[in-house]
């Protein structure tokens, strides 16, 4: 199996910027899409950046050219570096996997793999 850690969230001025870590351990060979949601009090889970295996990554419209996503397979860490922070990228972020498990070997698998979550909070 396979466990997601979060780090690096806090509180930051609105202006500021944070790094937000997930750590991947166990069967992490089986991973292959990591992405970075989050989700505010009462609404749903929005995707907010991915990043293959390969190094292709993808970033929402919101956050273009102020976060960064990046990936560290020798230490199975992704990384989420966020600049210029507003107070409406306050929320709780979630790292989330993707799984191979339509592969022989990663059969074992669960289709997906959330980390518990980390609270980021901007003040204006």
């Given at each position: 199996?396979?466990?997601l850690v979060e780090s690096g969230g806090?509180?930051?001025q609105a202006g500021g910027s944070l790094r937000?870590?997930?750590a991947a351990s166990g069967d992490t060979a089986c991973l292959s899409v990591i992405a970075w949601y989050r989700q505010v009090p009462g609404k749903e889970r929005d995707l907010?950046?991915?990043i293959t295996s390969g190094?292709?990554?993808y970033l929402v419209d919101s956050v273009k050219g102020r976060f960064t996503i990046s990936?560290?397979?020798a230490k199975n860490t992704v990384?989420?570096?966020m600049n210029s922070l507003r107070p409406e990228d306050a929320a709780n972020y979630y790292c989330n996997a993707d799984s191979m498990n339509y592969?022989?070997?990663c059969a074992q698998h669960q289709p997906y793999y959330w980390g518990q979550g980390i609270q980021v909070t901007v003040s204006s």
């Open positions: 199996q396979v466990q806090g509180l930051v937000l870590s997930c907010v950046a991915s190094g292709s990554t990936r560290d397979n990384y989420l570096q592969r022989s070997d």
